[in-house]
């Protein structure tokens, strides 16, 4: 039975640097296990906007919540904007139960212009969905704008490996 893994990019846009590097996490863990990999673009859940919490959500939302949920493997990646996340990404964990990823493996990754940006995955990332009770897998991915186009130096790739090894283990 396949491994269920679940994206979630909180890019603006579509195609985005975040997409892509969610594609090259996906495909190097293709590469290593039988994986089911189930995309999410914040930017293309309908009426995520205007889902304003404790009542019924619209259709597409609580149909990212339930994907969300269901995941055997998460894995979040947004760009750095103003040194955080997202203000989408976030409100679209916002409407998350409380419990719903008590003790599912997330595997955490950003997109930022230069280095200066990479902690925004152990201060912004880490803590949010450490809330939500995921088990924050131990390395994340951070990507410079230029290393997700085509990795120049191979650091990227390097990145992803490592952070997939560190997974291993905790890997259903």
Do not use: C, N, W
């Not at 088990?135 to 997939?164: E, K, M, N, S």
């Amino acid at each position: 039975m396949p491994l269920s893994v679940v994206t979630v990019s909180g890019s603006l846009h579509a195609p985005s640097k975040t997409s892509r590097l969610l594609e090259r996490i996906t495909g190097a863990l293709a590469a290593r296990r039988d994986v089911s990999v189930d995309a999410i673009e914040v930017t293309g859940i309908g009426g995520l906007g205007a889902a304003l919490g404790r009542g019924p959500l619209p259709g597409p939302v609580a149909d990212a919540v339930a994907r969300i949920q269901g995941a055997d493997l998460l894995v979040v990646a947004t760009p750095v904007y103003r040194g955080s996340y997202t203000g989408l990404f976030k409100h679209l964990v916002d409407l998350l139960p409380q419990t719903a990823l008590a003790g599912t493996p997330v595997l955490l990754a950003a997109v930022g212009g230069d280095d200066r940006h990479s902690l925004v995955i152990e201060h912004e990332l880490r803590p949010l969905l450490a809330f939500f009770g995921a088990l924050t897998l131990p390395l994340g991915v951070y990507a410079r704008d230029a290393d997700v186009a085509d990795d120049p130096d191979g650091r990227l790739t390097a990145a992803i490996a490592a952070a997939l090894d560190a997974a291993e283990p905790v890997l259903p």
